[in-house]
């Protein structure tokens, strides 16, 4: 038996206005084509698509891993050009990898691209109707993916992250793999789409509603006929149709599977007022800075997270802390993406007018180069990434890293890169949502949630949906179908 095996992971804000194309993959993410180079990468890199070789390789499977596509951060749309090449990509690598029996395709489940709504419903029908793959095609996803008709009617079978913060990876690569190899004969796949979207912040595998949900997924996954059940709490910000979040049943047992997925979707739509953004007053916050802990004080970016396909180009944490400037009791760390003050900072400037608030300082220009790391937190572990020209700003006890480029910022080696010891600082700027536990190993406590400027605003009442996308919960408080289910033949 023989498995072709692709992967290509990216996240769309529908509300950023600023195409993503393929620089944000080749020089700021992972871009490898051909078996060779995947190999490479997969031996460097604990990924879904090393998971999915690990087990098929064990168990005597020939295997064909043809691509691995990333994003150095999520972003608004793919452009039109971006997305004909990444696709184009896709599809020249698979067909150098057929004839197989089963085709992994390791992807995120939130990609829009100009003119096209739903990437991977587009990729997995690609794989069916233009390379006429007839064999069983197995997707494993981010529990953030949006799932869609198209997405159902053209895949074998769907898995997803079980963990908040991202953290199985390796895993999810290994659910994949076994369901390839249980293959396709009397399987079904059940959908339950609910209208309710939730906050990312407080969203943890471990404690609260989202932990909830999952163990109650878990009591059935033994169950004869159930080979997998994925919950999925949707990317928030996608101004797109069949917008929700989803309870995903595939099995053997079509009447098991429905009472299953809509029981999920019941107990999911009754704790909707149970969501909490987690966000905390400026006063509070600053009273929590004031005090010396044996840990840094995180402080999440909530609106302008890159992590939710924000910009990064938000001063606000600077416009609130620079007045306080030499009153903590020691070092924060900041960022904000700014080219215009990059340059600046490289040619020796010592003012500055830094983010979206144009926010007027002096500082010391500490360091300057390129910003490249390679995370080593307990998430995206391995992968490498660029934040483009950059540059550290010094004023008091303030060490602002400005950077040309967004980026995955949720890791320690992030700052580290830049000569900057997180480990040491007082308190250390994230624009992440939830991804910052894993990276710093913090427990959500030491998180504080801030609401500023950017694209994942969670009060999503003010973002502005299209009219004939708002029939789902907070944007209508009553919608018109809290829940749907839908069944493969």
Not at 105 to 116: I, K, Q, R, V
Not at 142 to 161: G, K, P, W
């Amino acid at each position: 038996m023989k498995a072709a095996i692709a992967q290509f992971i990216f996240e769309t804000n529908t509300f950023n206005p600023v195409e993503a194309e393929t620089t944000l993959f080749s020089q700021g993410g992972t871009w490898c084509v051909g078996e060779p180079a995947v190999r490479r990468w997969a031996q460097k890199v604990p990924s879904q698509l090393s998971g999915s070789l690990d087990i098929l390789e064990a168990a005597g499977w020939t295997t064909a891993p043809v691509l691995a596509i990333m994003c150095g951060s999520p972003a608004g749309r793919l452009s039109r050009a971006c997305f004909a090449k990444i696709r184009s990509e896709i599809a020249a690598a698979l067909r150098t990898a057929m004839p197989a029996d089963v085709l992994l395709l390791h992807l995120h489940g939130s990609a829009c691209a100009t003119g096209e709504d739903d990437v991977e419903g587009n990729l997995i029908e690609m794989a069916r109707n233009e390379l006429a793959f007839s064999g069983s095609i197995v997707v494993s996803l981010d529990l953030h993916a949006n799932i869609t008709r198209r997405m159902l009617l053209h895949a074998s079978a769907l898995t997803a992250y079980r963990t908040m913060p991202h953290t199985d990876f390796v895993a999810t690569g290994h659910r994949a793999a076994h369901l390839a190899m249980q293959g396709t004969l009397g399987r079904t796949i059940t959908h339950a789409k609910i209208a309710a979207l939730i906050p990312p912040t407080t969203t943890n595998d471990l404690v609260g509603p989202l932990a909830t949900i999952l163990n109650h997924a878990r009591q059935f996954d033994n169950n004869k006929g159930i080979a997998d059940i994925s919950v999925f709490p949707v990317q928030p910000w996608l101004d797109i149709p069949e917008l929700g979040s989803s309870i995903v049943v595939t099995g053997n047992d079509q009447t098991k599977a429905r009472t299953v997925a809509l029981k999920l979707a019941q107990i999911w739509y009754a704790q909707r007022h149970e969501w909490t953004t987690g966000i905390q007053t400026w006063k509070e916050i600053k009273m929590h800075l004031q005090q010396k802990h044996t840990s840094p004080w995180m402080l999440v970016d909530s609106a302008d997270a890159t992590t939710g396909g924000s910009a990064g180009t938000s001063a606000e944490i600077l416009r609130q802390l620079l007045p306080l400037n030499y009153t903590f009791p020691g070092d924060i760390l900041l960022w904000i993406v700014d080219p215009a003050a990059v340059i600046a900072a490289h040619r020796g400037y010592t003012n500055f007018v830094i983010g979206q608030q144009s926010i007027s300082f002096s500082a010391h220009v500490q360091w300057t180069g390129e910003g490249k790391f390679t995370a080593r937190g307990r998430s995206y572990t391995g992968q490498d990434f660029s934040m483009g020209s950059a540059a550290v700003l010094k004023n008091g006890q303030l060490n602002v890293v400005i950077t040309s480029e967004p980026v995955l910022g949720s890791d320690p080696a992030f700052y580290e890169c830049v000569g900057l010891d997180p480990n040491k600082a007082h308190a250390v700027h994230v624009k992440s949502l939830t991804g910052w536990q894993a990276g710093y190993e913090a427990p959500p406590s030491r998180g504080l949630i801030f609401e500023g400027t950017g694209y994942s605003n969670l009060n999503f009442e003010v973002l502005p949906f299209s009219s004939r996308h708002r029939d789902i919960f907070p944007l209508n408080k009553n919608p018109t179908t809290p829940i749907s289910i839908w069944q493969s033949n």
